[in-house]
């Protein structure tokens, strides 16, 4: 049941990410999709009452690596605001195909 | 002499490792000193020493087979971290080094006007030392971990001279697809873990194969998509490639040569590896989609690559076009192992066929190295990125435009350049069985694609090299000694590697045959 709701999560935040116009959604898109994985893996590593401590760690660095990409986003994103004076991605159409 | 005594295999990654730790102390230290150029010979000497243990590390695999280190005291059955470095791995890491060295050198003079040089010079240790640990991981959390070391200093270099409006952009795009791609691939490992208990890639190979779990083959099928689209991100496989262009672009050149020669090659490197190593390509039929998506890569960004004004745009879009191949090659050598179960009539052909992948992961990378380096030599001079208004900047800077020439032949694969053996090798592999008409189609197309991509190469030598230069870049002069010195290395590589291919091909052939297992 566990992992069926990580995989809504997942399908959640990836809807997030493609359809928010708002920067800072896009990254709390990205961190949803970040913690339904990290669920995923506890839901999937506790089988019969017995816990596998290998989820569990892979579950605490996969937290840390979401934090440092969070980091890098958002100052990218506060790059963004000193260049546009706002967060809406619409804006950012510049770059050509 | 230091007591403890660093594994061979460990060594490359704690150089690297350590170096990015220690090059902003250094910085310090030179800035009140007066010297701050000790920073950059410094993070030289980490890549030096790095490259120096990684042929070490070669020759010891090749004597004594592969070797494999267990982090820790976690034991191995519950998986532990394991580093393991066969052939294929070391030669990937070889080149991986090999490409930083030559990029740390050009940005000694490329990057002097920038600020903050102390980190972007830790960025560029940490980014080769992800690659590296990609390239060495026996299991896929270590794999998933290093990746994302790779894929953040990759997106801070990109949007390394934040001041500007264009990489900010980029690097956002960039972060936002790539990190979502890496997503989706740890949600596919995880999947792999609920079936089989375990993130090995050697105990994932040897339960899926002896058909010991609970998991249908179509969820298989759904892990093996979600992996290809996962990884295929930053490997920039076609309908996920938007990226790219925008991002090499915007990133310093040297960064550029970075990403297109080697960061891409990662993701390559990181789907073969997964796919070859845990589903036996005899009975997953993975050949065939990469197959067609290495054709669609090819055409589409062929066909948009004609379209750009922009130098590095189009570069861009070349790399892109050479990932096809690359990914054509290995889907040639997957289709065969599926459909042709004689091992007698398949094996020989998906050696071929990955060997000439493998070969030309080597060659774009030396000579889109190459022709990046070149490129931001003319852009530093010109102060313009607009192929009309470079026309003719290689009549001023006779060596890059040399060079740049010498790139783009290669790639365009003029015989004897080292463009040449590796697309032969792919288009061979393909028409290697008369019968197969499916087979024969993508090797025409290969061709086709190949003809195509020569001709806008030669467009652009002809616009770079032979027209009359503008008024606005008359002042043009060559570049410094020390930016022409990787330059002339990548030129000499390539054209080295074209008249005596026979050495590489037996690496590329080794690195290969490790993919079907050993």
Redesign the interface.
């Given at each position: 049941m566990y992992?069926a709701a990580a995989s809504a999560a997942?399908i959640i935040g990836?809807y997030g990410?493609a359809s928010k116009r708002n920067?800072l959604k896009?990254i709390i898109g990205?961190e949803i999709?970040?913690s339904s994985?990290g669920l995923?893996?506890l839901?999937?590593?506790s089988r019969g009452g017995i816990v596998?401590?290998?989820?569990q760690s892979?579950v605490v660095?996969?937290i840390a690596?979401g934090a440092?990409?969070a980091a890098?986003?958002l100052s990218?994103?506060i790059?963004?605001f000193r260049?546009?004076g706002s967060l809406d991605l619409r804006k950012?159409r510049?770059?050509r195909? | 002499m230091v007591d403890v005594e660093i594994p061979l295999l460990v060594q490359p990654l704690v150089i690297l490792l350590s170096t990015a730790v220690l090059t902003p102390l250094i910085d310090i230290v030179g800035k009140q000193a007066k010297a701050e150029k000790i920073r950059d010979i410094f993070a030289i000497a980490g890549f030096v020493a790095a490259f120096y243990s990684l042929i070490n590390l070669h020759s010891a695999i090749s004597s004594a087979g592969p070797q494999t280190y267990v982090l820790g005291t976690f034991g191995v059955p519950?998986?532990g971290v394991q580093l393991t470095a066969d052939l294929l791995s070391v030669y990937m890491a070889l080149i991986f080094c090999g490409i930083g060295l030559l990029v740390a050198i050009y940005s000694v003079r490329y990057m002097e006007v920038d600020s903050g040089l102390d980190k972007y010079y830790a960025l560029l240790l940490t980014l080769v030392a992800g690659m590296i640990g990609v390239a060495f991981s026996g299991d896929f959390?270590n794999l998933?971990?290093f990746w994302?070391i790779m894929?953040?200093s990759s997106?801070?270099l990109v949007?390394f001279r934040?001041y500007r409006?264009?990489p900010?952009?980029?690097?956002?795009?960039y972060?936002?697809m790539s990190?979502?791609g890496s997503?989706l691939a740890?949600?596919a490992i995880?999947?792999l873990?609920?079936y089989t208990?375990?993130?090995n890639l050697k105990q994932l190979s040897t339960i899926i194969s002896s058909g010991q779990i609970s998991a249908s083959p179509l969820s298989l099928y759904f892990t093996i998509g979600m992996i290809i689209t996962g990884f295929g991100v930053t490997a920039s496989m076609v309908p996920l490639h938007?990226w790219l262009?925008?991002a090499h672009p915007a990133a310093p050149s040297s960064i550029s040569a970075m990403l297109s020669g080697v960061v891409i090659k990662t993701g390559v490197y990181a789907i073969c590896r997964s796919l070859f190593t845990i589903f036996s390509p005899a009975s997953f039929d993975y050949g065939t989609v990469l197959m067609i998506f290495g054709i669609l890569t090819m055409t589409v960004a062929n066909l948009?690559a004609l379209m750009q004004r922009d130098i590095k745009r189009l570069l861009a879009y070349s790399s892109i076009v050479n990932i096809g191949y690359i990914l054509t090659g290995v889907g040639i050598g997957g289709y065969a192992l599926s459909h042709y179960p004689s091992p007698k009539l398949a094996t020989p052909i998906a050696v071929f066929a990955l060997m000439g992948a493998m070969f030309h992961v080597l060659n774009h990378a030396v000579g889109k190295g190459l022709l990046f380096l070149c490129s931001g030599c003319f852009v530093h001079e010109a102060k313009t990125r607009d192929i009309p208004e470079l026309e003719g900047i290689g009549r001023k800077m006779t060596w890059t435009g040399t060079s740049f020439s010498i790139g783009l032949l290669a790639l365009a694969g003029v015989p004897p350049l080292s463009g040449f053996w590796s697309k032969l090798f792919i288009i061979l592999a393909g028409f290697s069985i008369p019968e197969d008409s499916f087979m024969k189609f993508i090797s025409i197309l290969v061709v086709l694609n190949s003809i195509f991509a020569a001709s806008y190469y030669l467009w652009l030598m002809q616009r770079i090299m032979l027209k009359e230069p503008k008024p606005k870049i008359a002042n043009a002069v060559e570049a410094p000694a020390s930016m022409l010195l990787p330059i002339v290395i990548l030129a000499a590589l390539t054209i080295v590697i074209g008249i005596w291919p026979g050495a590489i091909i037996g690496l590329a052939e080794s690195a290969g045959r490790v993919l079907l297992g050993g």
């Open positions: 992992a997942v990836i990410v920067m896009t990205i999709i970040t994985v995923n893996f839901a999937l590593g596998d401590p290998l989820a892979i660095v996969s690596i440092c990409v890098v986003a990218i994103m790059n963004v260049h546009y950012l510049r770059l195909w | 519950a998986g959390f998933y971990v994302e894929c953040i997106y801070t949007s934040k409006w264009e900010v952009e980029a690097g956002f795009k972060l936002v990190t979502v997503l740890l949600y995880s999947l873990y609920g208990g375990t993130v938007t262009p925008d948009m």
